[in-house]
């Protein structure tokens, strides 16, 4: 199997677990509560001076473009191919025509079977314009013709949330829609954000309809390593973690490999960091992009003689812990109106302004300025004039959602 291969793989949602601190690892726990102590003691005369420093000298952005790991969703996509097998994409040997796909933010379902698509040359429905979704669906609507068109054909469905609107007229098109998959003989593959997954199963019992979904295996600290390690550019600098100069990477002895029997078992020593981000990211690889971009530093902020990363030269960079990052924050106005927003984004997977009036009862006054506050919160952006949540606040609003009782994904 090669590295790619074992970095991206699949697993069905009902198996999905974040990654947990290694706490059972009861030598490795004893030894990095040990070092953290002495870490602690170290810094205590100057708390202030460290904390000052920890949101300083970030690398510029042309120099972030090429120190950030850029998730391969090619490599995803030929890994989703070899999860579902040769015989899938086989006329009549397939055993189930409708396999969903579903991801969180930051796991790109949608380009990972566009790839694919395109790799395989399959063709693609796209959902209908927005403004349409609370209209009637016609007779001869488009899609029949499409599935009708496309008969025993493979077809690829990448954005099962652009589909419909969370109100009270805004399934009719999806229903129709499952009508006709279930009524074809296409085989489908379909993705869907999974805050759009766990909505449809609550509303209309989506999974008995199209059956379970797979998603990404979430990114643990040894996915991290070999991930990080196959897309940054190590033989030009050097990454090491904050306040003890160890590497990130360190060199792999013996190319990284030790044989046993017939198995190629890497031999490397992970760092805390690693666990840390693969904790933090909840394995999600967006999520773990974005706080490695954040942590991300030209000079040490532990020590005051560490020289600064040039783009002429090559030096080092040094990575905050993600623990120690200051997370976005929800402003606190004392309601649940920034919840509501933030859900419902989340839920269709990004909305503009516009489609936000049509799923919330709230002013269109009230909405701007809580999307105002948002976004200068650094919890909001907005792309392609739809307001998404940011990645790198995707955990925090994850875990507030949850605690304040709304419905919340799988993964």
């Keep these: 199997m090669e590295e790619s291969e ?22 490795r726990g004893k030894l990095r509560r040990a070092w953290k102590f002495v870490q ?12 000052a420093t920890l949101h300083q000298d970030r690398p510029a952005d042309h120099l972030l473009e090429s120190v950030s790991p850029p998730p391969d969703w090619t490599h995803a996509a030929n890994q989703l191919a070899d999860s579902l097998g040769e015989d899938w994409f086989r006329p009549k040997q397939s055993r189930r025509r409708i396999q969903p796909l579903v991801g969180p933010p930051g796991c790109d379902v949608s380009a990972v079977l566009q790839q694919l698509a395109q790799h395989k040359q399959l063709r693609t429905l796209a959902a209908p314009a927005l403004h349409s979704l609370l209209e009637t669906p016609s ?29 009270e007229q805004g399934l009719m098109h999806l229903r129709l829609l499952l009508q006709q998959l279930l009524a074809s003989q ?31 295996a979430p990114l643990d600290a040894g ?41 190629s078992v890497r031999q490397v020593e992970i760092p805390d960091f690693l666990y840390d981000l693969a904790v933090k990211s909840r394995g999600n690889p967006g999520v773990a992009q974005a706080t490695w971009n954040a942590s991300l530093r030209t000079r040490d902020p532990r020590s005051e003689t560490s020289p600064t990363v040039s783009a002429e030269s090559s030096h080092a960079f040094w990575l905050v812990s993600p623990n120690e990052l200051t997370p976005p924050q929800l402003p606190l106005n ?22 936000l009036l049509m799923v919330l009862p709230f002013s269109r006054d009230e909405i701007q300025r809580r999307i105002s506050e948002l976004c200068g919160a650094s919890i909001l952006e907005e792309q392609d004039e739809e307001l998404r949540v940011t990645l790198l606040a995707y955990p925090i609003v994850r875990r507030d959602l949850q605690s304040e009782g709304f419905l919340t994904d799988a993964c």
């Design 6 to 27: 074992s970095i991206w793989s699949y697993i069905p949602i009902a198996d999905f677990d974040a990654p947990t601190p290694p706490a059972t690892d009861a030598a």
């Design 40 to 51: 602690r003691t170290l810094h205590r005369s100057k708390p202030s001076a460290a904390k």
């Design 139 to 167: 007779d001869d609507q488009w899609a029949a013709k499409v599935l009708e068109e496309s008969n025993r054909e493979i077809l690829v469905i990448p954005h099962l949330e652009d589909w419909y609107l969370r109100h």
């Design 186 to 216: 296409n085989r489908v593959l379909i993705g869907c954000d999974s805050w759009a997954w766990a909505f449809l199963q609550h509303a209309i019992g989506i999974e008995s309809v199209l059956g379970p979904p797979l998603t990404l």
């Design 223 to 263: 996915r991290l390593d070999r991930w990080f390690r196959s897309t940054l550019p190590l033989s030009q600098y050097a990454f090491r973690q904050s306040g003890n100069e160890q590497p990130i990477f360190p060199e792999l002895p013996d190319a990284g490999r030790k044989k046993r029997g017939d198995k």
């Design 334 to 355: 004392g309601d649940r109106v920034h919840l509501f927003i933030l859900h419902a984004l989340l839920l269709h997977g990004g909305l503009s302004l516009s489609s």
